[in-house]
């Protein structure tokens, strides 16, 4: 990373709320919100259809006709919109309000015919950009709420799409629903290790020279180190739950896989706090090495000094005005032939008898 790199500033992940006093459920649009559009994926073990820019006539003509439903919403602007799929599939009004209100912590809530996801996924690995994905999973639905375009969910539908028999096709709602959350999970993992080959490469470059700009890097990388892990944990917490509530639709055989997917999260949260402990001690390695860095500059400046003070004391004493001439005490050795080509060996004797003896001391 060059030294003149640009420091990004994040913004605050901020909870939008309804205002104090509102009624339990009520759906107020952020002004920033994307406009909402569907996007309506039917799935049957024979065939599927994807319809894209989906209207609420396709929604309802198409829920009692497909046995898996996978309705995904992007873009919460339209208020009107969400609450016309809430109907449809006879959402709870407080999960609803989570939808629309983001930066939710991760978690699952169960209602009598369906479960609420709420998850953190980053849609773009470069920028490593967060946004909240919410899910909801009935007996024959699933239905996703996203804030903006990007998901890891393309593997997902090439398996729908795909003319090879598959679990996906064959299988119910709940196994789209462990295919969806696997890859949000599965996603982290390109960013953590990316992350920790250049944990890898700034204790390389430490190891030979610190710079001022391998200390930014270092607080950046605990930062996104920080922020992972507010999001990992609670994310294991939400699918610990899953899998141990006992609901109708959520089968044994899907939470065999779910295990899975809780392996992935501990496996992620592992290697954050294996970064976390190795950035720790790299701020702290840094910090030494750029304080016995200034502590050897002021020892060779010391030693400099102390080798210059006795030959100033020479050049003084030498400098001084006095005249041979009216006394034999007033230095004779001015008047000396040699007197400056001597002077000056001594003066290099002197100087070279101290580094011999800072040598011998092992001090240089």
């Known amino acids: 990373m060059a030294k003149a790199e640009v420091v990004k500033k994040r913004a605050p992940v901020k909870t939008r709320r309804p205002p104090v006093g509102a009624s339990p459920g009520t759906l ?32 309802e003509a198409s829920c009692r006709k497909w046995p898996v439903i996978w309705l995904d919403c992007t873009g919460l602007a339209n208020i009107q919109l969400i609450e016309e799929i809430g109907r449809i599939f006879s959402l709870h009004p407080l999960a609803l309000e989570d939808v629309v209100n983001t930066g939710q912590r991760p978690k699952v809530d169960f209602f009598e015919d369906h479960a609420f996801v709420v998850m953190r996924m980053i849609d773009d690995v470069t920028s490593h950009r967060y946004e909240q994905i919410a899910l909801f999973l009935g007996e024959n ?14 593997p997902v539908r090439k398996r729908i799409e795909s003319s090879a028999p598959n679990r996906l096709r064959t299988r119910g709602a709940d196994y789209l629903a462990y295919a969806l959350i696997d890859a949000i999970v599965d996603s982290y993992f ?23 700009h391998q200390m930014r890097q270092l607080h950046e990388l605990r930062r996104d180190a920080n922020v992972l892990k507010g999001v990992l944990w609670p994310m294991r917490d939400a699918l610990a739950t899953l899998i141990r509530n006992d609901v109708a639709y959520v089968t044994a055989e899907t939470k065999v896989f779910l295990n899975d997917t809780l392996d992935h999260s501990l496996r992620l949260i592992e290697l954050v706090e294996t970064q976390r402990d190795m950035l720790t001690g790299l701020i702290e390695m840094h910090l030494s090495l750029s ?59 002197v100087a070279v008898g101290l580094i011999a003896f800072f040598k011998w001391k092992k001090w240089l």
């Not at 919100?33 to 039917?42: D, I, P, V, Y």
């Not at 639905?141 to 393309?154: A, I, N, Y």
């Not at 390109?190 to 001022?212: F, R, W, Y």
């Not at 080798?307 to 006095?322: E, H, Q, R, S």
Request: hydrophobic share 45%.
């Open 141 to 154: 639905f699933v239905v996703t709420f996203q804030e903006r375009e990007g998901d890891p969910f393309d």
């Open 291 to 349: 304080q016995a860095r200034t502590n050897d500059v002021i020892s060779y400046l010391t030693i400099v000094s102390v080798i210059f003070m006795p030959l100033t004391f020479l050049v003084g004493i030498w400098g001084m005005n006095f005249d041979p001439a009216s006394s034999p005490w007033n230095m004779p050795e001015l008047k000396a032939y040699y007197g400056y080509p001597l002077s000056l060996l001594f003066m290099a004797a």
């Open 28 to 59: 107020i649009a952020d002004p920033a919100a994307r406009r909402s559009e569907l996007r309506l994926t039917l799935i049957s073990p024979q065939k599927f259809k994807t319809i894209e820019n989906a209207s609420i006539d396709d929604v």
């Open 190 to 212: 390109p960013p953590i290790e990316a992350a920790g080959d250049l944990v890898d490469g700034i204790e390389d470059q430490m190891l030979h020279s610190t710079h001022k």
